[in-house]
């Protein structure tokens, strides 16, 4: 296998010196040079690249700072020859406080600096202790786990539509941080290089997607509902160049946010028992629909710093109950969604998996089979991986592929989307 291209230029030198080791397990005199001085955690990245199978632990944590979602995965292959195995996974929820301390900077365009300087330090510390805790209590010792996947805390994305700047994103949880503390080589910030070859940064799915869950002969279209909505469309023929990726709109930030400024004490709205209690004010719901993001091209992301309460606040009628706004805002998404599939896959009929927190609305499922009866809409989990580590093991997926992938090309896409690798690389030492 040619490793030349997967994990960057430096990389090009390490890999004809190793090709030259009578014996690869030893470190001797190569063409005059010493490989004694071989940093050994660069080794040990070539080596991990040539094992059969690698540990990967893929690290989640969205915009509803939930907690940080783990999954241990063992990865053979790349590719669409990817074999997934996950071992183990796990959700820690986080303090309220870190929360606030978080929501402090989240999407805001004015901050307090020193905060954020000091989170991007605090978040890594924070994930670090979660991630040692927890592997002790799955019996995995450090050492076992050949990489982290982390993809840091999202504080701020940025696509630009002016045409006058760049796209941009940021997200925090520094991975030097993290391998340090954990002794765990680490993949980190890997939003940035899909931004650098001109995409949003986001949704990211489409690359898992594609390599483990795509079928010849059916249509699917894998719907992630995490804080803000995206899908990736898998088209039957299995042709690449057809794989469709784009943000929807809201996934649960609206309904989320308006729960902790309404209902003291809750955080979401369980079973959609709030929602259920109001009626759908249909004033507010075209007010919702008619707003700019949904008349631009896909494909397009978004964010909290979009979609947030005061936007809500502004559209909403006088006088409408908290009930009312709740049943609303849960149709808005499902309907958001709807219209990006009708709009964008031009396809009606298929399969739809769906994954993250709004896969767990009742309602918000009831109303996608409602608004797309063509489609079968069901859980992810029918896929066999939980909906709920589905991003986790796709942040996974990304890392292997980063330390695998051959065939790395400057112009090369996937579907609609840029196709490189992803992640900078993080020594523990």
């Not at 020193?114 to 040692?132: E, F, M």
């Not at 520094?174 to 290089?193: E, V």
């Amino acid at each position: 296998m040619n490793f030349r291209n997967s994990l960057g230029d430096f990389f090009v030198a390490l890999c004809s010196l190793f090709s030259s080791f009578a014996k690869p397990s030893r470190i001797g005199e190569v063409e005059g040079i010493s490989t004694k001085a071989l940093n050994p955690q660069i080794e040990q990245l070539y080596r991990m690249a040539q094992k059969p199978s690698r540990i990967i632990l893929g690290l989640m944590s969205g915009t509803s700072l939930d907690g940080l979602d783990m999954a241990l995965c063992r990865f053979s292959g790349q590719g669409l020859q990817t074999q997934c195995e996950v071992l183990h996974f796990d959700s820690v929820p986080f303090e309220e406080d870190f929360k606030v301390s978080i929501r402090a900077v989240f999407a805001k365009e004015n901050i307090h600096f020193p905060s954020l300087c000091t989170l991007n330090a605090q978040i890594a510390r924070t994930h670090a202790n979660i991630i040692l805790q927890t592997l002790q209590r799955w019996g995995i010792q450090p050492s076992d786990v050949d990489a982290l996947a982390s993809h840091g805390q999202t504080v701020m994305h940025r696509p630009d539509r002016s045409g006058h700047f760049p796209h941009s994103t940021l997200q925090i949880g520094d991975g030097d941080h993290l391998a340090h503390l954990t002794g765990i080589i680490t993949l980190s910030d890997f939003r940035q290089k899909h931004i650098a070859a001109g995409g949003e940064g986001a949704p990211l799915a489409m690359f898992g997607d594609y390599f483990l869950f795509t079928k010849a002969g059916e249509d699917r279209i894998l719907l992630n509902m995490g804080g803000i909505g995206n899908f990736t469309y898998l088209p039957a023929n299995q042709d690449s160049k057809g794989i469709l990726v784009t943000d929807t709109g809201p996934g649960n930030t609206l309904i989320d946010a308006w729960v902790r400024a309404h209902y003291p004490g809750k955080s979401f709205d369980e079973d959609a028992q709030i929602a259920r209690s109001g009626k759908v004010n249909t004033e507010f719901l075209r007010a919702l629909m008619d707003l700019s993001f949904f008349k631009e091209a896909f494909p397009k992301s978004t964010g909290p710093e979009y979609f947030n309460l005061a936007q809500v606040k502004s559209l909403a009628p006088a006088g409408i109950s908290s009930e009312d706004v709740m049943a609303t805002l849960t149709r808005f998404t499902a309907e958001s969604i709807a219209l990006a599939i009708q709009t964008y896959t031009k396809i009606t009929t298929g399969s739809i998996f769906a994954s993250g927190g709004g896969a767990r609305n009742p309602l918000i499922m009831e109303h996608l089979r409602a608004l797309l009866p063509g489609f079968i809409v069901q859980d992810s989990a029918a896929l066999g991986i939980e909906s709920a580590a589905k991003e986790a093991v796709l942040f996974a997926l990304l890392a292997n592929e980063t330390l695998l992938d051959p065939g790395v090309a400057r112009d090369r896409r996937l579907g609609d989307s840029p196709w490189m690798t992803m992640g900078k690389i993080s020594l523990p030492n």
